[in-house]
């Protein structure tokens, strides 16, 4: 079609159009697309080589290996690059046949499906994450899973999804590294969003009331699971140039959030009120840095 992509992008597989190579800078593999994909078009669709149904135990799920041809097999541990001492690994887990490594694949590399199931794609599974994806993953009711593109890829772009929710992408720098060291995926994400300044936690200028200042994440993955948020600095407005004291703006960084977590504890109704409310005043333009929290 039009930009490349799947000419028949519901089939059981449709691969021709991507690739997969290493990183080279440390995070394994990778995948490219072959030619050019205009936003909106299916990069491919792929099946599972293995599906872990939902509540099958270790024993299982071992059992269910075993039953796999080899070839199949040799893909499915391929995908094997995360550590045993990973988060959520336990012993029960070197029960698997594989010493960990089907588990360790299951947790990293699988997707979970629309019926609670997880299940690992040869291909898909190499897709790297980004905070700033530009590819969403589109699950059908067949267990095949396709890969679309949210805005125009190049040849030889890397195809990059995101591991978090969406709604997990609107969390700042600090809260998004935590979910994904934490998580089964125990990577300290340094995606070009998660090394910029972060625009999810701009403050309006308290000088000229025009420009914002936006905080420098900390590249410390100890600060990370610490949860502390500490920023070595934050950059000067981007109108004036002018630099706030750091501790005003974490103590304002610290109130809004507190002021955002509220939205939690109210009914959806109040909380959408609320939140109108409340991007009012941050966007307004006479509003000032906000009194330390008591």
């Known amino acids: 079609g039009e930009g490349g992509g799947c000419d028949s992008p519901w089939r059981a597989d449709c691969l021709d159009f991507v690739e997969v190579a290493d990183?080279?800078?440390?995070?394994?593999?990778?995948?490219l697309v072959r030619e050019e994909v205009a936003a909106g078009q299916v990069v491919m669709t792929e099946q599972p080589i293995f599906v872990q149904p939902f509540g099958c135990s270790v024993r299982r799920t071992a059992m269910a290996f075993k039953r796999l041809p080899e070839t199949t097999c040799r893909k499915l541990l391929e995908l094997a690059t995360a550590p045993q001492h990973a988060n959520g690994h336990t012993g029960e887990d070197s029960h698997d046949g594989t010493g960990g490594q089907l588990i360790a694949v299951l947790r990293t590399n699988g997707i979970c499906r629309q019926d609670g199931s997880v299940g690992v794609y040869a291909v898909l599974s190499r897709a790297n994450h980004s905070c700033q994806p530009n590819s969403v993953l589109l699950p059908h009711l067949d267990g095949t899973i396709s890969v679309v593109?949210?805005?125009?890829?190049?040849?030889?772009?890397?195809?990059?999804?995101?591991?978090?929710?969406?709604?997990?992408?609107?969390?700042?720098?600090?809260?998004?590294?935590?979910?994904?060291?934490?998580?089964?995926?125990?990577?300290?994400?340094?995606?070009?969003?998660?090394?910029?300044?972060?625009?999810?936690?701009?403050?309006?200028?308290?000088?000229?009331?025009?420009?914002?200042?936006?905080?420098?994440?900390?590249?410390?993955?100890?600060?990370?699971?610490?949860?502390?948020?500490?920023?070595?600095?934050?950059?000067?407005?981007?109108?004036?140039?002018?630099?706030?004291?750091?501790?005003?703006?974490?103590?304002?960084?610290?109130?809004?959030?507190?002021?955002?977590?509220?939205?939690?504890?109210?009914?959806?109704?109040?909380?959408?009120?609320?939140?109108?409310?409340?991007h009012t005043v941050l966007m307004s333009q006479d509003h000032q840095l906000p009194q330390p929290c008591k």
């Open 149 to 278: 593109a949210t805005m125009d890829l190049s040849e030889g772009q890397e195809v990059l999804i995101s591991y978090l929710e969406q709604k997990d992408l609107l969390q700042p720098t600090p809260k998004r590294r935590h979910e994904l060291l934490r998580g089964p995926w125990n990577f300290f994400c340094r995606c070009p969003r998660c090394l910029a300044p972060d625009i999810a936690r701009s403050l309006r200028c308290p000088f000229c009331n025009q420009g914002s200042m936006q905080p420098l994440p900390v590249d410390s993955e100890f600060e990370t699971l610490q949860g502390s948020g500490t920023e070595e600095a934050w950059e000067p407005c981007d109108v004036c140039g002018t630099q706030s004291l750091v501790h005003e703006l974490r103590d304002a960084d610290r109130h809004w959030e507190d002021r955002l977590a509220l939205l939690d504890r109210v009914g959806h109704e109040e909380s959408g009120r609320q939140a109108v409310a409340l």
């Open 23 to 31: 990183a080279n800078d440390g995070r394994g593999k990778c995948l």
